[in-house]
């Protein structure tokens, strides 16, 4: 089991900036990469961004070119860096993790509690 905990959500302006952490302990060692995923109210969870643990990035088009994903290995932390944030970024962000089979897909298998970013236009 790999257990992921999540950090830094909050309430901020439009155009402003928020950092999100999530800390993964347990089997780590079986996981490819970790990325963040995000539901806002009445609508379906989405993927936002995700890395490997080789640094391979993949993001949202509605976030490229203003959120920037990336990790410390060592620590098996991975950052979600939200710049220029927009009231429709406002959602329940949560981390997740996967192996390598699953990743192609988009498919993760461990799951954070969730985090709320509120952006106030």
């Known amino acids: 089991q790999v257990q992921l905990v999540e950090s830094g959500g909050g309430l901020v302006q439009t155009g402003g900036s928020l950092r999100l952490s999530c800390a993964a302990s347990?089997?780590?060692?079986?996981?490819?990469?970790m990325g963040w995923f995000r539901q806002a109210p009445g609508k379906e969870r989405e993927f936002v961004a995700d890395?490997?643990?080789?640094?391979?990035?993949r993001y949202a088009d509605s976030v490229k070119g203003r959120f920037t994903i990336s990790s410390d290995n060592a620590k098996k932390t991975v950052y979600l860096q939200m710049n220029s944030l927009k009231p429709e970024d406002t959602a329940v962000y949560y981390c997740?993790?996967?192996?390598?089979?699953?990743?192609?897909?988009?498919?993760?298998?461990?799951w954070g509690q969730g985090t709320q970013v509120t952006v106030s236009s």
């Open positions: 997740a993790a996967t192996d390598d089979s699953r990743w192609y897909r988009y498919e993760y298998d461990y």
């Open positions: 347990g089997h780590t060692f079986s996981t490819y990469a």
């Open positions: 890395i490997t643990w080789t640094g391979r990035t």
